[in-house]
């Protein structure tokens, strides 16, 4: 077995032990590995972090567990319905573990639940979005300033663009002249970095999962009701504009986000509507004026701002996003780029659902 060995070092720090000793990748992350320990009888989720995009992982831990502990407070109390992700610690109570120079978390696993990929229907889009609107209400009597800013300047469309300029002009690898057109279109909409930066200065600081992927709300398998909001990496203080934003990014495109059937790469209005109204309900009693009026902005800068990153990585040789072949960035930029046009294309008919 290729994991033998980690297998078997992480089960033994985890207390598991057997002859039945597995370990199988799961989940579709870009960032850190994602594995299922069991030893027949328990179950963990491990994860190899990725100590280059996380350098200091402990506060990423730190993060997660101040969280954990207050969404279990609001359960407790029967104002949290969702499961929790909890950290689970060694036999010797530490919650990091160092092997062969990687680091390794371990996580409780939640069983009977199912993750997507793409959105298939408005229902589910609803239902998740509902899930990411009850975990930004749970969370907002919790101190964002608690929390570490694990991924410095994480949703700076203005500083993304700066470190795009940076490569398209350094173009080490020589890959500038396969994307010219991709380059221009960045360089003509560089201006909407401007209108983010007015409108944060108006909003207040949230605590933001920052990562709200479909692929973020695990699902009930037995009644596809919301099971749990998963994978708090990049909970951080931020605005619930880009958390809006990466639902409409991730939920309305029925193409997956490398897809290159850009012409089918468009924002279906029944699943915006979905995530409105899940989202919006569920944040009611907390979402500011200024706040709703900034979800349309959110919509727009996502996309835009994930493709920069996207070709950002592709002209820099492939070292934050994992890749399956050369020009996966690059194709994932041009997704990215379609859905943004779209959402431009339909922002009056999308704001007039936002507003309604």
């Not at 319905?81 to 950290?87: A, E, Q």
């Not at 690898?173 to 108006?202: H, K, P, Y």
């Not at 899940?278 to 959110?298: C, H, M, N, P, Q």
């Not at 020009?327 to 930029?333: D, G, P, V």
Request: proline share 3%; net charge negative.
């Amino acid at each position: 077995m290729e994991y033998r060995s980690i297998a078997e070092h992480l089960a033994g720090q985890y207390g598991l032990s057997g002859e039945e000793i597995s370990m199988k990748p799961i989940g579709s992350g870009h960032i850190n590995t994602t594995m299922l320990l069991t030893d027949g009888n328990r179950v963990l989720v491990v994860q190899k972090l990725n100590t280059t995009v996380f350098p200091k992982p402990e506060q990423l831990v730190g993060n997660a567990r101040l969280i954990e502990k207050h969404l279990a407070s609001k359960a407790q109390s029967g104002t949290y319905g969702l499961g929790i992700i909890k950290h689970v610690a060694t036999t010797t109570g530490d919650y990091l573990v160092n092997y062969q120079d990687d680091v390794w978390r371990a996580l409780e696993f939640i069983g009977k639940s199912y993750s997507e990929d793409v959105v298939d229907c408005a229902v589910k889009a609803q239902t998740a979005a509902g899930a990411f609107g009850d975990f930004a209400n749970a969370l907002n009597d919790f101190d964002a300033t608690q929390l570490n800013t694990v991924i410095p300047d994480f949703h700076n469309l203005s500083m993304r663009i700066e470190k795009l300029k940076e490569l398209i002009e350094s173009d080490p690898l020589g890959r500038g002249q396969s994307c010219l057109e991709d380059i221009a279109f960045c360089e003509s909409q560089f201006e909407l970095a401007q209108e983010v930066n007015v409108v944060e200065a108006t909003l207040p600081l949230r605590v933001c999962h920052n990562d709200t992927k479909i692929n973020n709300m695990l699902f009930n398998s037995e009644t596809n009701a919301a099971k749990a909001v998963i994978d708090l990496d990049t909970c951080m203080p931020g605005y619930w504009l880009y958390d809006f934003g990466d639902m409409v990014r991730t939920f309305c495109s029925p193409e997956q986000e490398d897809s290159t059937n850009l012409s089918n790469v468009v924002v279906r209005i029944n699943i915006f509507e979905a995530i409105v109204k899940g989202y919006i309900s569920a944040v009611a009693d907390k979402l500011t004026e200024v706040e709703k009026r900034s979800f349309i902005l959110g919509a727009k800068v996502m996309p835009f701002m994930i493709g920069i990153r996207f070709l950002t990585d592709y002209l820099d040789g492939d070292n934050y996003f994992a890749v399956k072949h050369d020009t996966h960035n690059l194709e994932r930029a041009r997704n990215q780029f379609a859905l943004y046009k779209d959402i431009v294309n339909k922002e009056a008919q999308l704001s007039a659902i936002i507003n309604s």
